[in-house]
């Protein structure tokens, strides 16, 4: 999703990638990126605080992995993931 939403094209993320100086993140695909997780993975609305230590590619994957295995999240079904790629016009990913 990181990729998908990114300002600035990357033909891969890696994890290390900063969100803000690589992928040319500012406060509106901030914004937009945390919606789409909290709408995908049924997260909670994280405070500024929280929001602020997500520098890094693997800080958001860090994040959500967290809060599924602790059971305040869920993995999405794929059309769900399918339909979320769709708006973008992209093709979700395979497994």
Not at 49 to 76: H, I, S, Y
């Amino acid at each position: 999703m990181v990729r998908l939403i990114a300002p600035r094209k990357v033909d891969r993320v890696e994890p290390d990638h900063r969100l803000v100086g690589d992928l040319g993140f500012h406060s509106l695909v901030l914004a937009e990126l945390g919606y789409n997780l909290e709408d995908l993975y049924g997260l909670r609305v994280l405070t500024p605080e929280e929001t602020m230590k997500l520098e890094r590619v693997r800080d958001v994957v860090e994040f959500v992995r967290t809060e599924v295995a602790d059971g305040r999240a869920q993995l999405p079904p794929d059309d769900e993931v399918a339909a979320l790629f769709a708006r973008y016009g992209a093709d979700a990913p395979t497994a």
